[in-house]
């Protein structure tokens, strides 16, 4: 077995996925843990929202976080991540452009939905934990 030396563009994927997966993970929690699951479900649903959204997008920010540290499957578990930033958009739209304002702006969860693209495009990078069974099943998604 072989190893390379990572090049700057993996080691800048590294940096770029495990910043994300952290940052996913702890507004994840910060649903459950400070607005609680019910306060996230009734603010889905003052959006118009079905309750099942808010279980799926704490699921994603969370284990999708998870993923995105571990480096596991990162091509795939970006495209539901992107779904949850543009619905972060839209909910902020009416909020004006900047994300420190009252309820927040929707600058903020556009940049992160386009630096969720560009982690689907780089892939995983450095240092991910790579799973055999799981390459081979997902191929260039794994």
């Known amino acids: 077995m072989t190893t390379q030396t990572?090049?700057?563009?993996?080691?800048?994927?590294?940096?770029?996925r495990v910043?994300?997966?952290v940052?996913?993970?702890?507004?994840?929690?910060?649903?459950?843990?400070?607005?609680?699951?019910?306060g996230t479900v009734a603010f889905f649903d003052s959006m118009g929202l079905p309750a099942i959204a808010a279980y799926l997008t704490i699921l994603a920010e969370i284990g999708g976080g998870l993923l995105l540290i571990a480096g596991v499957a990162v091509r795939l578990?970006?495209?539901p991540l992107i779904a949850v930033l543009l619905g972060a958009t839209w909910a902020h739209a009416g909020n004006g452009w900047s994300f420190s304002g009252e309820d927040g702006g929707w600058e903020y969860p556009l940049f992160w939905?386009?630096?969720?693209?560009?982690?689907?495009?780089?892939?995983?990078?450095?240092?991910?934990?790579?799973?055999?069974a799981l390459q081979k099943t997902l191929g260039q998604f794994a």
Do not use: E, N
């Open 77 to 79: 578990v970006s495209l």
């Open 113 to 132: 939905a386009i630096a969720q693209v560009a982690i689907a495009l780089l892939g995983a990078g450095a240092y991910a934990l790579r799973i055999p």
């Open 19 to 21: 910043a994300s997966g």
């Open 6 to 16: 990572p090049t700057q563009a993996d080691t800048a994927a590294t940096l770029l």
């Open 23 to 38: 940052l996913f993970v702890a507004h994840g929690w910060m649903k459950i843990s400070v607005f609680t699951i019910p």
